[in-house]
């Protein structure tokens, strides 16, 4: 069956799961969080540091709540910037910089919206993938003469766990995302 004709209704509200088709949960994310650090003045990035002058947390699923990590995002473009002008001024101490030194970063860097529907995307395919693999087991299972009885779906409590990591300077900013099954 092909995706078009295998995926069911998507909505609002089920964009990320669950995603039913024939009868069968193939897919449920119960949470996206994103986690962001930037490096502090004078030690390395500590992943276990929550103090909110370097850590900010994010989701976009269940809850949508992007506006502290595009403010920790916006500290660690300020860094960066910060030290492209301690670099000029060191090479060219008489120079204008003035440019780079009223440099603002801009309020929203990360296009949540787009990242929100790739994950939708990504969700939709796994799902289809995973009827796939089971349909393909089914066909095996047949071709080698097992009875219906062994064809059963997949179970639906699936744990598992995703991340995913960027890092834009590997010193001043580490953001990773974690998407959370049931």
């Not at 509200?13 to 024939?22: A, K, L």
């Not at 986690?35 to 699923?61: C, M, Q």
């Amino acid at each position: 069956m092909s995706f078009e004709e295998w995926t069911p209704l998507r909505t609002r509200s089920n964009q990320f799961g669950p995603v039913i088709s024939e009868g069968h949960s193939w897919v449920e994310l119960s949470k996206i969080e994103f986690h962001t650090w930037i490096r502090p003045e004078d030690s390395a990035i500590d992943l276990d540091n929550d103090d909110s002058l370097v850590y900010s947390k994010g989701s976009i699923f269940p809850i949508e709540n992007t506006q502290e990590m595009d403010i920790m995002i916006g500290r660690g473009i300020a860094r960066i910037r910060d030290i492209i002008l301690h670099h000029l001024v060191l090479l060219d101490p008489e120079g204008d910089h003035d440019d780079v030194r009223q440099w603002t970063p801009p309020a929203k860097v990360i296009r949540w919206k787009e990242i929100k529907a790739s994950l939708v995307t990504a969700v939709w395919a796994t799902a289809y993938n995973h009827y796939k693999l089971w349909h393909r087991s089914i066909l095996k299972r047949k071709a080698e003469g097992a009875d219906d009885r062994s064809t059963k779906k997949p179970c639906t409590a699936v744990q598992s766990k995703s991340s995913w990591l960027m890092s834009i300077d590997p010193c001043l900013i580490h953001l990773s995302f974690h998407i959370r099954f049931p």
